[in-house]
């Protein structure tokens, strides 16, 4: 179960029309391309890919917006998709992002002749309109991943294992990303949380999908059946764990690195325990 709060305004899937002042041409693909509160996204990439009438000869066009997010290519007849995808620096990475399309579908093909008119915004949450996308999965979705482990600090050293004892099977662990700052489309964010219930005697981990794409402070507590909370440390924060883990601190800053695909899932260790670290 998850619980977000996240203020975005984006585009609704039904805004395939005339709503950014681009008119359908005949022979030619156009459309614009904007952010959450309309703003035009300038050098987006525009793919079209389709197949023509006279020869049936697959071909493909690269367009780019221009300083006020529009584009248009004129195309030979026949049937065409369009897909967009957007360059931009945040917090000093760089990130390549799909945008949303305008008719909400993914690889739909339209008829040149009367034109084709696709509009794109740019997301940083929600589930893509992919129809082979599974709602349980990261990659359905326009924000980022993250894997959030949970161990005992005592059973790392060796030692008696408090986790199991102190909290037995079915404790909740809540997990609060703060955000650090505006969001990487501009927007205001908000704190997220998510939970996951902890089955394992020793250690457990749980998946929070489809978290606004920007910058947070990730904290954590245990909560027992009883009511009973305590603190989790954090361990790790980072798109992998290799080698000495850093010493566990009550916050970290938690960050997406980029990757060709967007963005890379993060993973985030918790520790249970206290004192810490342990003697």
């Known amino acids: ?56 000869e697959d071909v493909s066009f690269y367009p780019r917006t221009g300083a006020d997010g529009t584009y248009s290519m004129e195309v030979p007849d026949g049937n065409y998709s369009v897909s967009a995808r957007y360059e931009t620096t945040f917090d000093g990475r760089r990130y390549t992002l799909d945008l949303l399309p305008g ?23 929600g589930l893509r309109p ?3 996308m599974r709602p349980d999965e990261g990659y359905s979705y326009y924000g980022g991943q993250a894997e959030f482990t949970v161990e005992d600090i005592y059973s790392e050293s060796f030692q008696t294992n408090h986790f199991a004892t102190e909290f037995p099977k079915g404790v909740t662990v809540m997990v609060t990303l703060t955000p650090d700052g505006a969001l990487l489309d501009g927007s205001q964010g908000q704190p997220v949380t998510f939970e996951g219930k902890l089955d394992s005697k020793y250690d457990a981990s749980f998946k929070a999908i489809d978290i606004p794409l920007g910058n947070y402070t990730v904290t954590a507590e245990a909560v027992k059946p009883s009511g009973e ?15 000495r883990l850093p010493a566990p601190v009550p916050a970290a800053s938690f960050k997406f690195p980029p990757d060709t695909t967007g963005v890379r899932s993060m993973s985030v260790g918790f520790l249970y325990g206290a004192p810490y670290p342990a003697p």
């Open 1 to 56: 179960m998850r619980s977000v709060a996240v203020a975005v305004v984006v585009c609704a899937w039904a805004c395939a029309g005339n709503p950014n002042g681009v008119d359908k041409t005949p022979g030619v693909v156009n459309g614009r391309a904007v952010d959450f509160a309309g703003n035009p996204l300038v050098d987006a990439e525009i793919v079209i890919l389709g197949t023509t009438f006279a020869g049936g």
């Open 130 to 132: 992919d129809g082979d």
């Open 103 to 125: 008719d909400g579908k993914r690889g739909r093909s339209y008829p040149s002749k009367e034109g084709i008119t696709q509009n794109f915004t740019l997301k940083v949450s």
């Open 229 to 243: 909370t305590r603190a989790l440390q954090v361990t790790l924060v980072g798109p992998s764990s290799t080698g």
